[in-house]
């Protein structure tokens, strides 16, 4: 068996004739079950990656391939596949968190001769799709509104000499097997198309389904977002990267507003009553009051980070900090094992990203040595190293390059 001998026209028959046929017609006819491990995304349509190469040998030898014909795996034939320029997606493996974030790892980024730098087109684009899920804006985005929202990104945020040139990221992150282009006749796919055909036939793009839905998670989505600025963007700034790209969410760990102070001196002006949804025009996440008020006194309102108890108004005052925060893009619980108690001053440098926790327990900070101080904790008050991590993880991405 040779899967070296099919070629990208005999793939595109062999999609014909399983649309033709349909799906069970098909397999039946050239001897394959239904696999839905690993799938041939086109145009939007999904076959059995298997099958349809099977078919595609048997075009372009005259041998069709059935399914005990490969010595090599599903894992052979989509690489293949893929490096004929088609999207082979895995089904929803335990696997696919990790295929994710490797494939972000190893995005075939150019480097031009004068850019000993990876070009960071691709990532920038991927950043921008990615704002897009947390905004639940749809999928697929038509080439015109690619264009204009991805073209100036490129220009102020990729290399000093690089060109914005939206339709490069457009297409070629295809290569990246997390990304489809569809609306482009096959016939015309063969190269990159120039951007008179992507006008004319009003291509769209964007993540692959299976990728999308994996995006739809915040823990996932968050490693995403940290892999591309650890791989491609160590040297860009990447606060004011990802306010302009939409993700300003990813730079504070929560709602830092004068809000949050008048909320916690509602907290003591309300004792017993009922939480109601604040009347705003902003989005404010209505939380668990009493559950504030529990870590409080759990935490007998001294922090838990540097020992202060601040007195108000002739009272103790501490805040309910959450630890990853509520509402989107991160969509923490509000939950005790989510909350810590701090002073007004902590709070916003732990919301502002300033200060961690690391894996021992220790206070950290995140741009400056700070002497490493363990985070108090009653016996009482459980807490989630998860969430904890998730916080971690953010003041990551956002630290200073040094
Ligand atoms: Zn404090």
């Known amino acids: 068996m040779g899967l070296g001998d099919i070629g990208y026209e005999d793939v595109i028959a062999a999609t014909e004739e399983f649309r033709r046929l349909g799906r069970d017609t098909f397999l039946q006819t050239y001897g394959f079950g239904r696999a839905a491990s690993y799938e041939l995304v086109l145009d939007g349509r999904r076959y059995d990656s298997k099958a349809i190469a099977g078919v595609a040998h048997g075009y372009a030898t005259g041998d069709f391939l059935r399914a005990g014909d490969f010595s090599g795996g599903a894992a052979t034939v989509a690489r293949c596949l893929r490096e004929l320029g088609f999207v082979v997606e895995t089904g929803a493996a335990p696997s696919s968190r990790a295929t994710l974030l490797d494939s972000l790892r190893k995005l075939k980024v150019s480097r031009g001769p004068g850019n000993p730098a990876p070009s960071r087109h691709q990532p920038l684009s991927l950043l921008w799709a990615i704002s897009r899920t947390v905004d639940e804006r749809p999928r697929m985005t ?7 929202e991805v073209g100036p990104l490129l220009t102020e945020f990729g290399l000093p000499n690089a060109k ?29 198309p120039n951007v008179t055909i992507l006008d004319a036939h009003q291509a769209r793009a964007g993540f692959t389904e299976g990728t999308a839905r994996l995006l739809s998670d915040p823990v996932t989505r968050l490693d995403a977002i940290t892999t591309l600025c650890e791989t491609y963007l160590k040297d860009a700034d990447r606060r004011a990267l990802l306010a302009h790209i939409g993700l300003s969410g990813y730079t504070t760990a929560g709602n830092l507003t004068e809000e949050r102070i008048e909320a916690a001196l509602d907290e003591h ?24 008020r529990r870590v409080k006194e759990l935490e007998d309102n001294r922090c838990q980070i540097c020992d202060t108890t601040l007195r108000y108004l ?44 690391d894996p021992d327990g220790l206070v950290r900070a995140t741009n400056h040595a700070r002497d490493p101080h363990p985070l108090r904790r009653a016996p009482d008050h459980p807490l989630d190293e998860a969430h904890v991590a998730y916080h971690r993880t953010l003041c990551m991405i956002n630290a200073h390059a040094r």
């Open 269 to 292: 002006d309300r004792p017993g009553g009922p939480a109601p949804r604040r009347d705003t025009t902003r989005s404010v996440i209505v939380r668990d009051e009493a559950l504030a």
């Open 142 to 148: 038509p080439w015109p509104e690619f264009r204009d």
């Open 164 to 192: 914005a040139t939206p339709q490069y990221p457009f297409w070629h992150l295809r290569g990246s097997g997390l990304w489809e282009v569809q609306g482009i006749p096959a016939d015309l796919s063969r190269k990159m």
């Open 314 to 357: 002739d009272r103790a005052y501490s805040e309910a900090a959450h630890i990853r925060g509520l509402g989107s893009p991160h969509h923490g619980p509000d939950e005790l094992r989510n909350l810590l108690c701090l002073c007004a001053n902590c709070h916003v440098l732990f919301d502002g990203l300033e200060i961690y926790i």
